[in-house]
């Protein structure tokens, strides 16, 4: 980071906003000035390009994206409190802890994950963000018709990605990945990974997994 230090205030939230570990989940749409609207999370939230452009194109959805590199996480919340967003937040932490003990059932209208590290070696694929006990959460907090969006340029990551959603079929519908409105002529999402990629010539892969009432 070069020139100035960046100014989270307002955006960034760190282990310190939190309600204490020990009091479980909490609701954290109240961090919002409008609780009540439409509230999705971002997983691997990078650099912010995607809740920038989401967050701009949709004032009235709330987007609460998760980033455990403390680099790009101070990156992000700075550059979205210079847009002057009321409706992001970015906590500096890891998604699917997050996701598991501090989440309370049914409250997420949409999770967003793309270009998810691939952890390709076969003892890491443990670290890989979607497992079968993370799917399960997803679903729990996802309100019934919710969806999780996935983007990968990785193939053998997408070929364990078809094969959680086969075998958690019974609680997923499969669906067409829809591109947001706001993605650039080509693009599916606009994130940097996606960018980078693409330039490189990469193809990608997508899909929606619905949850099943
Ligand atoms: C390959 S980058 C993609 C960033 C962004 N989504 C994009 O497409 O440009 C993956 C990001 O996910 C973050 N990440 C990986 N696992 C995570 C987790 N469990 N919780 C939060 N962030 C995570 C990494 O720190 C990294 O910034």
Redesign the pocket.
Known sequence: MRGRDPDVAGVGLDRDDLPPFESGRFDPRTFFTHPDRPFEL??????G??LLAEASANPEVNYFG????GE?WRYAADRLRRHGLANVKVLW??????IRHRVPDGIVRTI??????PWPKSRHHK?R?LQDRSLAEFHRVLVPGGELRL?TDHAELWAWYEDHAARHASQWDRLEFSRPAHASEGEL?G??????FREEGRSFHAMTLRRRR
């Open positions: 971002e997983i691997g939230s990078g650099k390009t995607f998760i980033e455990h590199a790009f932490g890891d998604a699917v802890e997050f967003h994950l793309y270009f998810s590290d670290r963000v983007v999402v994130t940097n990974f996606e960018r980078k």
